[in-house]
Protein backbone atom coordinates (compact mmCIF):
# COMPACT_ATOMS: atom_id res chain seq x y z
CA UNK A 1 0.00 0.00 0.00
CA UNK A 2 1.58 3.23 -1.06
CA UNK A 3 2.53 5.71 2.30
CA UNK A 4 1.03 8.08 1.94
CA UNK A 5 -2.74 5.96 2.52
CA UNK A 6 -0.63 4.40 5.30
CA UNK A 7 -2.92 5.10 8.63
CA UNK A 8 -0.75 4.20 11.57
CA UNK A 9 -2.77 5.35 14.12
CA UNK A 10 -5.43 3.21 12.36
CA UNK A 11 -4.06 0.42 11.73
CA UNK A 12 -2.87 -0.16 15.15
CA UNK A 13 -6.44 0.63 16.51
CA UNK A 14 -7.63 -1.95 13.76
CA UNK A 15 -5.01 -4.54 15.70
CA UNK A 16 -6.33 -3.85 19.04
CA UNK A 17 -10.14 -4.21 18.27
CA UNK A 18 -8.82 -7.93 17.04
CA UNK A 19 -6.62 -8.97 19.98
CA UNK A 20 -9.94 -8.39 21.88
CA UNK A 21 -11.63 -10.33 19.36
CA UNK A 22 -13.52 -8.26 17.61
CA UNK A 23 -13.63 -7.59 13.77
CA UNK A 24 -14.38 -3.73 13.08
CA UNK A 25 -13.01 -1.39 9.81
CA UNK A 26 -13.86 1.80 9.43
CA UNK A 27 -17.35 3.29 8.46
CA UNK A 28 -18.14 6.51 7.04
CA UNK A 29 -19.83 8.32 9.44
CA UNK A 30 -21.46 10.00 6.66
CA UNK A 31 -22.54 7.77 3.82
CA UNK A 32 -21.86 4.55 5.82
CA UNK A 33 -20.03 2.98 3.34
CA UNK A 34 -17.15 0.95 4.55
CA UNK A 35 -13.26 0.72 3.37
CA UNK A 36 -10.21 -1.42 3.95
CA UNK A 37 -7.27 -0.45 4.52
CA UNK A 38 -7.44 2.13 7.18
CA UNK A 39 -7.27 5.89 5.89
CA UNK A 40 -7.84 8.69 6.85
CA UNK A 41 -11.28 10.03 4.43
CA UNK A 42 -13.73 7.93 3.05
CA UNK A 43 -13.15 7.29 -0.78
CA UNK A 44 -17.21 7.37 -1.46
CA UNK A 45 -17.78 10.75 0.03
CA UNK A 46 -14.35 12.32 1.49
CA UNK A 47 -16.16 12.84 4.53
CA UNK A 48 -13.17 12.59 7.25
CA UNK A 49 -16.21 11.52 9.84
CA UNK A 50 -16.08 8.19 10.61
CA UNK A 51 -16.09 5.08 13.07
CA UNK A 52 -15.25 1.22 13.85
CA UNK A 53 -18.19 -0.98 13.23
CA UNK A 54 -18.13 -4.40 13.55
CA UNK A 55 -18.55 -6.56 10.47
CA UNK A 56 -19.83 -10.48 10.03
CA UNK A 57 -16.51 -11.79 9.17
CA UNK A 58 -17.89 -13.61 6.45
CA UNK A 59 -16.57 -13.52 2.72
CA UNK A 60 -15.95 -14.89 -0.76
CA UNK A 61 -12.90 -16.03 -2.40
CA UNK A 62 -12.70 -13.76 -5.46
CA UNK A 63 -9.09 -15.14 -6.36
CA UNK A 64 -6.06 -16.48 -5.02
CA UNK A 65 -2.32 -17.95 -5.89
CA UNK A 66 0.05 -20.59 -3.93
CA UNK A 67 3.96 -19.37 -3.40
CA UNK A 68 5.37 -22.79 -3.85
CA UNK A 69 9.31 -21.78 -4.13
CA UNK A 70 10.58 -18.75 -2.03
CA UNK A 71 10.57 -15.56 -4.35
CA UNK A 72 11.58 -13.46 -1.21
CA UNK A 73 14.24 -15.10 1.64
CA UNK A 74 11.44 -13.54 4.29
CA UNK A 75 8.97 -15.69 3.48
CA UNK A 76 10.29 -19.26 2.61
CA UNK A 77 7.77 -21.45 4.63
CA UNK A 78 5.76 -22.80 1.22
CA UNK A 79 3.99 -23.28 -0.19
CA UNK A 80 1.18 -20.76 1.41
CA UNK A 81 -0.95 -19.03 -0.26
CA UNK A 82 -2.62 -15.28 -0.76
CA UNK A 83 -6.49 -14.92 -1.51
CA UNK A 84 -8.24 -11.54 -2.35
CA UNK A 85 -11.29 -11.78 -0.03
CA UNK A 86 -14.40 -9.96 -1.11
CA UNK A 87 -16.17 -9.12 2.67
CA UNK A 88 -20.13 -9.25 2.99
CA UNK A 89 -19.73 -5.18 3.41
CA UNK A 90 -18.16 -4.52 0.31
CA UNK A 91 -14.14 -3.93 0.80
CA UNK A 92 -12.03 -6.36 -0.61
CA UNK A 93 -8.90 -7.71 1.35
CA UNK A 94 -5.33 -9.78 0.75
CA UNK A 95 -5.05 -12.61 3.32
CA UNK A 96 -4.09 -15.94 3.77
CA UNK A 97 -6.27 -19.10 4.12
CA UNK A 98 -4.90 -20.92 7.00
CA UNK A 99 -6.75 -24.03 6.60
CA UNK A 100 -6.40 -24.96 3.00
CA UNK A 101 -3.78 -26.78 2.11
CA UNK A 102 -2.39 -26.86 -1.73
CA UNK A 103 -4.91 -27.05 -4.61
CA UNK A 104 -7.39 -26.43 -1.83
CA UNK A 105 -8.93 -23.20 -2.90
CA UNK A 106 -11.87 -22.00 -5.02
CA UNK A 107 -12.95 -18.85 -6.18
CA UNK A 108 -16.46 -18.10 -4.89
CA UNK A 109 -15.44 -20.07 -1.82
CA UNK A 110 -17.46 -18.93 0.66
CA UNK A 111 -14.50 -17.99 3.89
CA UNK A 112 -14.81 -17.00 7.49
CA UNK A 113 -12.73 -14.18 9.61
CA UNK A 114 -10.11 -15.68 11.90
CA UNK A 115 -8.32 -13.79 14.14
CA UNK A 116 -4.73 -15.04 14.77
CA UNK A 117 -1.33 -14.36 16.88
CA UNK A 118 1.73 -14.06 14.24
CA UNK A 119 5.09 -12.65 15.20
CA UNK A 120 3.40 -11.23 18.65
CA UNK A 121 0.90 -9.30 16.28
CA UNK A 122 -2.81 -10.46 16.24
CA UNK A 123 -3.45 -10.08 12.43
CA UNK A 124 -6.40 -11.30 10.44
CA UNK A 125 -6.90 -14.09 8.57
CA UNK A 126 -9.82 -16.41 7.02
CA UNK A 127 -10.53 -20.61 7.35
CA UNK A 128 -12.95 -22.60 5.10
CA UNK A 129 -14.74 -23.93 7.91
CA UNK A 130 -17.62 -21.75 9.61
CA UNK A 131 -15.86 -21.50 12.81
CA UNK A 132 -19.39 -20.76 14.65
CA UNK B 1 -14.28 10.06 -27.32
CA UNK B 2 -11.74 13.49 -26.52
CA UNK B 3 -9.64 14.44 -28.73
CA UNK B 4 -5.82 14.41 -28.68
CA UNK B 5 -3.98 17.93 -29.03
CA UNK B 6 -1.06 16.66 -31.50
CA UNK B 7 -2.25 15.14 -34.73
CA UNK B 8 -1.43 11.91 -36.71
CA UNK B 9 2.23 12.99 -38.29
CA UNK B 10 3.36 15.92 -35.52
CA UNK B 11 5.68 13.24 -33.16
CA UNK B 12 8.16 11.04 -35.07
CA UNK B 13 10.88 8.57 -33.31
CA UNK B 14 13.86 9.16 -35.73
CA UNK B 15 16.40 6.94 -34.01
CA UNK B 16 16.72 3.96 -31.54
CA UNK B 17 20.48 2.15 -30.19
CA UNK B 18 20.12 -1.18 -28.40
CA UNK B 19 22.99 -2.30 -26.24
CA UNK B 20 23.25 -5.99 -25.64
CA UNK B 21 20.90 -7.20 -23.28
CA UNK B 22 21.95 -9.75 -20.45
CA UNK B 23 24.36 -10.05 -17.66
CA UNK B 24 27.01 -7.21 -18.20
CA UNK B 25 29.29 -7.81 -14.64
CA UNK B 26 30.76 -4.34 -13.77
CA UNK B 27 29.25 -2.15 -16.09
CA UNK B 28 27.79 0.87 -15.02
CA UNK B 29 24.29 1.71 -16.25
CA UNK B 30 25.50 5.08 -17.31
CA UNK B 31 27.69 3.40 -19.44
CA UNK B 32 25.41 1.56 -21.00
CA UNK B 33 23.00 4.15 -21.05
CA UNK B 34 25.73 6.48 -23.31
CA UNK B 35 26.20 3.25 -25.85
CA UNK B 36 22.91 3.23 -26.54
CA UNK B 37 22.17 7.23 -27.04
CA UNK B 38 25.59 6.70 -29.26
CA UNK B 39 23.79 4.51 -31.44
CA UNK B 40 20.47 6.17 -31.63
CA UNK B 41 22.56 9.22 -32.77
CA UNK B 42 23.87 7.65 -35.79
CA UNK B 43 21.24 5.57 -36.22
CA UNK B 44 18.94 8.79 -36.33
CA UNK B 45 21.92 10.57 -38.03
CA UNK B 46 22.45 13.36 -35.98
CA UNK B 47 26.23 14.59 -35.98
CA UNK B 48 25.60 17.71 -33.81
CA UNK B 49 24.07 16.35 -30.15
CA UNK B 50 23.86 19.68 -28.58
CA UNK B 51 20.82 19.82 -30.68
CA UNK B 52 19.25 17.24 -28.13
CA UNK B 53 16.71 19.79 -26.13
CA UNK B 54 15.13 17.14 -24.33
CA UNK B 55 16.54 14.19 -22.09
CA UNK B 56 14.03 12.13 -20.26
CA UNK B 57 15.00 8.80 -18.60
CA UNK B 58 13.56 6.87 -16.01
CA UNK B 59 13.71 5.00 -12.63
CA UNK B 60 12.23 2.04 -11.43
CA UNK B 61 10.85 0.49 -8.64
CA UNK B 62 13.76 -0.80 -7.02
CA UNK B 63 15.57 2.59 -7.72
CA UNK B 64 17.24 1.08 -10.39
CA UNK B 65 18.04 3.64 -14.04
CA UNK B 66 19.72 7.05 -14.93
CA UNK B 67 18.94 10.34 -13.61
CA UNK B 68 18.65 12.19 -17.13
CA UNK B 69 20.60 15.52 -15.51
CA UNK B 70 23.87 12.86 -15.45
CA UNK B 71 22.97 11.80 -18.69
CA UNK B 72 23.64 14.56 -20.19
CA UNK B 73 26.36 16.01 -18.57
CA UNK B 74 27.70 12.47 -19.54
CA UNK B 75 26.89 13.45 -23.19
CA UNK B 76 28.44 17.25 -22.82
CA UNK B 77 24.87 18.83 -23.18
CA UNK B 78 22.64 21.04 -21.95
CA UNK B 79 19.16 20.40 -22.71
CA UNK B 80 16.20 22.62 -22.05
CA UNK B 81 14.17 20.44 -20.10
CA UNK B 82 15.12 17.25 -18.51
CA UNK B 83 12.92 15.22 -16.48
CA UNK B 84 12.01 11.23 -15.48
CA UNK B 85 9.41 9.11 -14.29
CA UNK B 86 9.44 7.27 -11.55
CA UNK B 87 8.27 3.66 -13.10
CA UNK B 88 8.94 5.17 -15.95
CA UNK B 89 8.25 2.25 -17.79
CA UNK B 90 8.82 2.47 -22.17
CA UNK B 91 5.45 4.11 -23.00
CA UNK B 92 5.22 6.04 -20.12
CA UNK B 93 8.28 7.93 -20.85
CA UNK B 94 7.46 8.17 -24.68
CA UNK B 95 4.29 9.73 -23.87
CA UNK B 96 6.06 12.33 -21.91
CA UNK B 97 8.75 12.90 -24.80
CA UNK B 98 6.05 13.15 -27.36
CA UNK B 99 3.81 16.01 -25.52
CA UNK B 100 7.22 18.07 -25.35
CA UNK B 101 7.32 17.88 -28.76
CA UNK B 102 3.63 17.91 -29.63
CA UNK B 103 3.78 21.68 -27.58
CA UNK B 104 6.34 23.32 -28.90
CA UNK B 105 8.75 22.42 -25.61
CA UNK B 106 11.50 20.76 -27.32
CA UNK B 107 12.52 19.84 -30.84
CA UNK B 108 14.51 16.42 -30.45
CA UNK B 109 14.32 14.25 -27.16
CA UNK B 110 16.52 11.75 -26.25
CA UNK B 111 14.11 9.09 -24.29
CA UNK B 112 16.70 6.83 -22.25
CA UNK B 113 16.86 4.50 -20.10
CA UNK B 114 19.84 1.25 -18.83
CA UNK B 115 20.05 -0.49 -15.49
CA UNK B 116 22.58 -2.85 -14.59
CA UNK B 117 20.54 -4.49 -11.25
CA UNK B 118 22.10 -7.27 -8.83
CA UNK B 119 21.12 -10.89 -9.86
CA UNK B 120 20.95 -10.35 -14.08
CA UNK B 121 19.92 -13.33 -15.05
CA UNK B 122 19.25 -15.28 -12.31
CA UNK B 123 16.73 -13.21 -10.16
CA UNK B 124 13.04 -12.89 -10.78
CA UNK B 125 11.72 -8.94 -11.52
CA UNK B 126 9.43 -7.44 -9.99
CA UNK B 127 10.69 -8.10 -5.92
CA UNK B 128 8.56 -5.67 -4.03
CA UNK B 129 5.93 -6.00 -1.10
CA UNK B 130 2.56 -5.58 -1.26
CA UNK B 131 1.85 -6.95 2.35
CA UNK B 132 4.02 -8.11 4.59
CA UNK B 133 1.65 -9.77 7.14
CA UNK B 134 0.65 -12.12 4.57
CA UNK B 135 4.01 -12.49 2.70
CA UNK B 136 1.84 -10.94 -0.75
CA UNK B 137 5.66 -10.01 -2.13
CA UNK B 138 6.54 -9.79 -6.16
CA UNK B 139 4.74 -8.52 -8.64
CA UNK B 140 4.38 -11.30 -10.23
CA UNK B 141 1.67 -11.91 -7.74
CA UNK B 142 -0.65 -9.89 -10.02
CA UNK B 143 -0.30 -11.93 -12.74
CA UNK B 144 -0.59 -15.17 -11.16
CA UNK B 145 -4.35 -13.91 -9.33
CA UNK B 146 -5.19 -12.73 -12.83
CA UNK B 147 -4.66 -16.19 -13.97
CA UNK B 148 -6.22 -18.18 -11.59
CA UNK B 149 -9.20 -16.15 -12.00
CA UNK B 150 -9.21 -16.37 -15.87
CA UNK B 151 -9.08 -20.52 -16.03
CA UNK B 152 -11.76 -20.51 -13.18
CA UNK B 153 -14.17 -18.22 -15.75
CA UNK B 154 -13.56 -19.04 -19.28
CA UNK B 155 -11.85 -22.78 -18.60
CA UNK B 156 -8.42 -21.96 -19.86
CA UNK B 157 -5.24 -23.44 -18.54
CA UNK B 158 -1.50 -23.15 -17.58
CA UNK B 159 -0.48 -24.71 -21.55
CA UNK B 160 -2.02 -21.49 -23.43
CA UNK B 161 1.37 -19.69 -21.23
CA UNK B 162 3.51 -21.83 -22.02
CA UNK B 163 2.58 -21.32 -25.09
CA UNK B 164 2.94 -17.69 -25.10
CA UNK B 165 6.55 -18.57 -24.21
CA UNK B 166 7.67 -21.23 -26.45
CA UNK B 167 6.11 -18.12 -29.19
CA UNK B 168 8.60 -15.99 -27.34
CA UNK B 169 11.76 -18.30 -27.71
CA UNK B 170 10.94 -19.03 -31.37
CA UNK B 171 11.40 -15.16 -32.10
CA UNK B 172 14.18 -14.59 -29.70
CA UNK B 173 15.92 -17.46 -31.87
CA UNK B 174 16.09 -14.62 -34.57
CA UNK B 175 16.96 -12.00 -32.54
CA UNK B 176 21.00 -11.82 -31.49
CA UNK B 177 21.10 -9.50 -28.62
CA UNK B 178 18.09 -11.82 -27.11
CA UNK B 179 19.36 -13.16 -23.37
CA UNK B 180 17.19 -16.08 -24.03
CA UNK B 181 17.59 -17.75 -27.27
CA UNK B 182 17.56 -21.37 -26.93
CA UNK B 183 14.25 -23.22 -27.82
CA UNK B 184 11.57 -24.30 -25.52
CA UNK B 185 9.04 -27.14 -25.85
CA UNK B 186 5.45 -26.83 -24.14
CA UNK B 187 5.97 -30.23 -22.54
CA UNK B 188 9.66 -28.26 -21.26
CA UNK B 189 7.39 -26.00 -20.00
CA UNK B 190 4.82 -28.08 -18.27
CA UNK B 191 7.60 -30.25 -16.14
CA UNK B 192 8.94 -26.92 -14.82
CA UNK B 193 7.79 -26.76 -10.81
CA UNK B 194 5.50 -24.12 -9.93
CA UNK B 195 7.09 -20.52 -8.32
CA UNK B 196 3.42 -18.52 -7.92
CA UNK B 197 1.00 -21.08 -9.17
CA UNK B 198 -0.67 -21.30 -11.83
CA UNK B 199 3.04 -18.92 -12.51
CA UNK B 200 6.46 -20.85 -13.09
CA UNK B 201 9.51 -19.74 -13.43
CA UNK B 202 9.37 -19.46 -17.23
CA UNK B 203 6.13 -17.11 -16.58
CA UNK B 204 8.14 -14.57 -14.86
CA UNK B 205 10.55 -12.04 -16.48
CA UNK B 206 13.69 -12.26 -14.91
CA UNK B 207 16.48 -9.40 -14.09
CA UNK B 208 18.66 -8.42 -16.95
CA UNK B 209 21.05 -5.50 -17.19
CA UNK B 210 21.00 -3.50 -20.58
CA UNK B 211 20.45 -0.28 -22.64
CA UNK B 212 17.97 1.47 -25.08
CA UNK B 213 17.20 4.71 -26.29
CA UNK B 214 15.17 6.19 -28.33
CA UNK B 215 15.08 9.56 -30.43
CA UNK B 216 11.65 11.76 -30.75
CA UNK B 217 11.75 14.70 -33.34
CA UNK B 218 9.11 17.09 -34.41
CA UNK B 219 7.87 15.92 -37.92
CA UNK B 220 9.36 18.90 -39.52
CA UNK B 221 12.99 17.45 -38.04
CA UNK B 222 12.42 14.09 -38.45
CA UNK B 223 12.26 14.26 -42.34
CA UNK B 224 15.36 15.93 -42.50
CA UNK B 225 17.42 13.00 -40.71
CA UNK B 226 18.63 10.00 -42.01
CA UNK B 227 16.06 7.16 -41.55
CA UNK B 228 12.53 7.36 -42.46
CA UNK B 229 10.51 8.82 -39.65
CA UNK B 230 7.97 6.72 -37.59
CA UNK B 231 4.78 8.31 -36.32
CA UNK B 232 3.27 8.04 -33.01
CA UNK B 233 -0.06 8.46 -33.96
CA UNK B 234 -1.81 8.42 -30.39
CA UNK B 235 -1.57 6.89 -27.01
CA UNK B 236 -3.75 6.00 -24.43
CA UNK B 237 -3.95 5.69 -20.28
CA UNK B 238 -6.24 4.97 -18.16
CA UNK B 239 -5.48 3.99 -14.60
CA UNK B 240 -8.04 2.11 -12.34
CA UNK B 241 -8.37 1.52 -8.42
CA UNK B 242 -6.53 -0.78 -6.68
CA UNK B 243 -8.57 -4.14 -5.37
CA UNK B 244 -11.49 -2.22 -4.05
CA UNK B 245 -13.05 -2.66 -7.85
CA UNK B 246 -14.36 -6.18 -9.13
CA UNK B 247 -11.71 -8.26 -11.21
CA UNK B 248 -8.88 -6.29 -10.78
CA UNK B 249 -6.33 -8.63 -11.90
CA UNK B 250 -8.29 -9.20 -15.41
CA UNK B 251 -7.16 -5.63 -16.13
CA UNK B 252 -10.20 -4.28 -17.24
CA UNK B 253 -8.14 -0.62 -16.91
CA UNK B 254 -6.88 -2.19 -20.48
CA UNK B 255 -10.55 -1.81 -22.33
CA UNK B 256 -10.39 2.12 -21.53
CA UNK B 257 -7.13 2.25 -23.04
CA UNK B 258 -8.29 0.63 -26.14
CA UNK B 259 -10.84 3.18 -26.64
CA UNK B 260 -8.85 6.09 -26.60
CA UNK B 261 -6.48 4.64 -28.75
CA UNK B 262 -8.08 3.10 -31.14
CA UNK B 263 -10.50 6.42 -31.01
CA UNK B 264 -7.57 8.92 -31.19
CA UNK B 265 -6.30 7.27 -34.21
CA UNK B 266 -9.50 6.14 -35.76
CA UNK B 267 -8.43 2.43 -35.69
CA UNK B 268 -9.20 -1.05 -34.65
CA UNK B 269 -7.67 -4.12 -33.66
CA UNK B 270 -7.78 -5.30 -37.35
CA UNK B 271 -5.91 -2.28 -38.52
CA UNK B 272 -2.67 -3.51 -36.71
CA UNK B 273 0.17 -5.63 -38.26
CA UNK B 274 2.37 -6.24 -35.46
CA UNK B 275 1.77 -5.89 -31.18
CA UNK B 276 4.24 -5.52 -29.09
CA UNK B 277 2.98 -6.22 -25.22
CA UNK B 278 5.51 -5.69 -21.97
CA UNK B 279 5.49 -8.44 -21.22
CA UNK B 280 6.47 -8.94 -17.47
CA UNK B 281 4.74 -11.76 -17.31
CA UNK B 282 3.09 -14.42 -19.84
CA UNK B 283 -0.08 -13.58 -18.57
CA UNK B 284 0.59 -10.26 -19.92
CA UNK B 285 -0.10 -11.61 -23.64
CA UNK B 286 -3.74 -13.56 -23.30
CA UNK B 287 -5.65 -10.34 -21.08
CA UNK B 288 -4.28 -7.91 -23.56
CA UNK B 289 -5.08 -9.74 -26.74
CA UNK B 290 -9.03 -10.50 -24.81
CA UNK B 291 -9.08 -6.41 -23.59
CA UNK B 292 -8.32 -4.90 -26.49
CA UNK B 293 -10.21 -7.14 -28.54
CA UNK B 294 -8.01 -9.19 -30.58
CA UNK B 295 -10.10 -11.54 -30.05
CA UNK B 296 -13.59 -12.15 -27.77
CA UNK B 297 -13.47 -12.29 -24.37
CA UNK B 298 -12.15 -15.57 -22.90
CA UNK B 299 -11.01 -16.65 -26.08
CA UNK B 300 -7.06 -15.76 -26.02
CA UNK B 301 -5.96 -19.64 -25.52
CA UNK B 302 -7.42 -20.82 -28.82
CA UNK B 303 -5.79 -17.62 -30.51
CA UNK B 304 -2.72 -18.31 -28.91
CA UNK B 305 -2.99 -22.31 -29.75
CA UNK B 306 -3.94 -20.88 -33.76
CA UNK B 307 -0.36 -20.15 -33.87
CA UNK B 308 -1.53 -16.41 -34.28
CA UNK B 309 0.82 -14.67 -32.41
CA UNK B 310 3.94 -16.77 -33.57
CA UNK B 311 6.41 -16.31 -36.68
CA UNK B 312 3.94 -15.88 -40.08
CA UNK B 313 0.95 -15.95 -37.64
CA UNK B 314 -2.12 -13.33 -38.34
CA UNK B 315 -0.83 -10.73 -35.32
CA UNK B 316 2.92 -11.67 -34.24
CA UNK B 317 2.99 -10.75 -30.67
CA UNK B 318 6.80 -9.58 -29.73
CA UNK B 319 9.00 -10.26 -32.55
CA UNK B 320 12.13 -9.66 -30.76
CA UNK B 321 11.16 -12.30 -27.89
CA UNK B 322 9.59 -9.79 -25.34
CA UNK B 323 11.36 -9.52 -22.16
CA UNK B 324 10.57 -13.37 -21.52
CA UNK B 325 12.97 -13.76 -23.74
CA UNK B 326 15.60 -10.85 -24.83
CA UNK B 327 15.73 -9.02 -21.58
CA UNK B 328 13.71 -6.80 -19.24
CA UNK B 329 13.36 -2.71 -19.92
CA UNK B 330 10.60 -2.71 -18.86
CA UNK B 331 9.07 -2.29 -22.12
CA UNK B 332 11.71 0.35 -23.70
CA UNK B 333 13.14 -2.42 -25.77
CA UNK B 334 9.68 -3.00 -26.97
CA UNK B 335 9.64 0.37 -28.43
CA UNK B 336 13.26 -0.25 -30.49
CA UNK B 337 11.72 -3.45 -31.88
CA UNK B 338 8.58 -1.38 -32.79
CA UNK B 339 10.36 1.32 -34.82
CA UNK B 340 13.16 -1.84 -36.71
CA UNK B 341 9.49 -3.35 -37.57
CA UNK B 342 7.90 -0.61 -39.53
CA UNK B 343 11.28 0.20 -40.82
CA UNK B 344 11.85 -3.24 -42.09
CA UNK B 345 15.26 -3.82 -40.27
CA UNK B 346 13.94 -7.13 -38.86
CA UNK B 347 15.95 -9.02 -40.90
CA UNK B 348 14.83 -12.98 -40.33
CA UNK B 349 12.32 -11.74 -37.63
CA UNK B 350 10.68 -9.35 -40.03
CA UNK B 351 6.28 -9.29 -39.69
CA UNK B 352 6.16 -8.88 -44.02
CA UNK B 353 4.69 -5.77 -44.65
CA UNK B 354 4.66 -4.00 -41.59
CA UNK B 355 2.92 -0.75 -41.31
CA UNK B 356 1.23 -0.21 -38.11
CA UNK B 357 2.59 -1.32 -34.55
CA UNK B 358 0.57 -1.40 -31.31
CA UNK B 359 2.14 -0.93 -27.71
CA UNK B 360 0.45 -1.98 -24.73
CA UNK B 361 1.49 -1.92 -21.34
CA UNK B 362 0.31 -2.69 -17.50
CA UNK B 363 1.69 -1.23 -14.65
CA UNK B 364 2.14 -1.57 -10.71
CA UNK B 365 0.00 -3.88 -9.27
CA UNK B 366 -2.45 -3.16 -12.44
CA UNK B 367 -2.99 0.07 -11.80
CA UNK B 368 -1.73 1.71 -14.95
CA UNK B 369 -2.45 1.25 -18.41
CA UNK B 370 -1.11 2.63 -21.57
CA UNK B 371 -1.52 1.40 -25.21
CA UNK B 372 0.52 3.06 -27.97
CA UNK B 373 -0.07 2.91 -31.99
CA UNK B 374 2.93 3.55 -34.20
CA UNK B 375 3.07 4.66 -38.11
CA UNK B 376 5.65 3.41 -40.93
CA UNK B 377 6.02 6.52 -42.85
Redesign the interface.
Known sequence: MADVLYDKESDEAFRAYLSKGEIRLQCCSDCKGFRYPPRFACPHCLSRKWHWEKVSGEGVIETYLWYCQPVDPRFADVPYNVAVVRLAEGPAIYANITDAVLDDLKIGQPVWANIETRNGRPRLSFVRENPS | MREQIWSKHDVAIVGVGTTRQGAHPGVSPYELALEAIEAALADAGIDDRTRIDGMITARQLDGSGIDPLDVSRLLGIAPRVTGYLDYGTGGFSNQYGAMLIATGVCDIVVCAFARNPPGALEA?SG?A??????????A??AS???W??HM??YGTDEATLGRVVVTARKFAAMNPIAAWQESLSLEEYLAQ???????RSLDIVKVTAGGVALIMARSDIARDLRKKPVYLHAVGRQQTPD??E?D??LCRGMRSAAAQVYGAAGMSPADIDVLLVSDASTVAIPLTLENYGFCEEGASANFIASGAIGPGGALPVNPHGGQLSEGYLVGWLHHAEMVRQLRGECGARQVPGAKVAQYTTTGRFREDYLSSIYVAD
Open positions: FATYDADIGLVNAAAFGTQARPYVIKPLIGQHF
